[in-house]
């Protein structure tokens, strides 16, 4: 189909007949004829608006069976923009009195307008693409709300896992977290004292031990969380001066008592799985040094060959 008639003239949407083709829509037309495969069914000519985008490119709005297009002119290169229908969700056309014609186009990646349309049929462009993009929408919003529903269960989950812990006394929140422990503080006293406020990590399987004070009838207690780089606190002042502490009164002691318990099965964890790997090696070693022995005593004719092989079954579990 032509869309350019051989005396130079396209339909003019404005003035609804075909008048003479601007130089810009001829030029772009040509290239585009040259560039594509496949036959054009509908065409206008406007400029792609985007959201948060400056630049205005003027050029061919164009659909076929398979994709819809857009080709400009850069420096009298063609530049080509291309959509899939089933990336289309919407599509609708609209005409004002002093703007004119403007597409609306709504995608799975976002939205674009094509406006100032002067040449060429946008409602037949529009109306070809409906027809393509039926049920389109709905589908998108199905997978959107599916995704969305995933996300919160993954979320839901990984929530079971972690355990947190706030000491109002030293505005501090405790979050444990598989192998990670954070460290959240708040407040004006935090920032004097440490300098600081704002929240810092530590993998339990690096911390070299744990040192913890428990409060007395008037004063608080604290715990240390020790690292390679980190030295004891000697007392409650230098406790509540130390990036790696927090303190804590006496009805805060349970949950600093469940912390310890949490850090302590974890940092034993690694221990356990060695001791099992090991303990499942030794008996294969064992048996392996009892077969050995009593080859040497069949060798040696101090034992029969039948009682070889009743020892060997014993020793095999056969």
Known sequence: MSFLSENGEV??????????????FVKTYKMMLNELNETVLEIARGSLNRPKVVSLPTGIFAVTDDYVYFFYLKKDALITEKWP????????????????YRIDCTTSDGEFSITNITEGNPEAVSKYVESKITGNEE?????KEKVIQEQKKLEEESKKHIKEYYFKSAKTTITLDGN???VARKGAVNTITRGYSGEKSYRISELSGLQIKKPGLVTSGYFQFLTPAANETSGLWDAIQDDNSFTFGPNELPMVLEIQKYIEEHQSA????????ASAQAPSISVADELKKYKELLDMGAITPEE???KKKQLLNL
């Open 11 to 24: 339909y003019n949407c404005q003035f609804k007949k075909h008048m003479k083709a601007s130089k810009n």
């Open 180 to 182: 990670y422990i954070r």
């Open 85 to 100: 229908y089933d990336s289309i969700l919407k599509m609708s056309v609209t005409k004002k009195a002093l703007a004119g």
């Open 270 to 277: 690694p221990a356990q799985s060695a001791a099992t790997a």
């Open 308 to 310: 070889y092989e009743i």
């Open 139 to 143: 589908k998108f919003n199905l997978e």
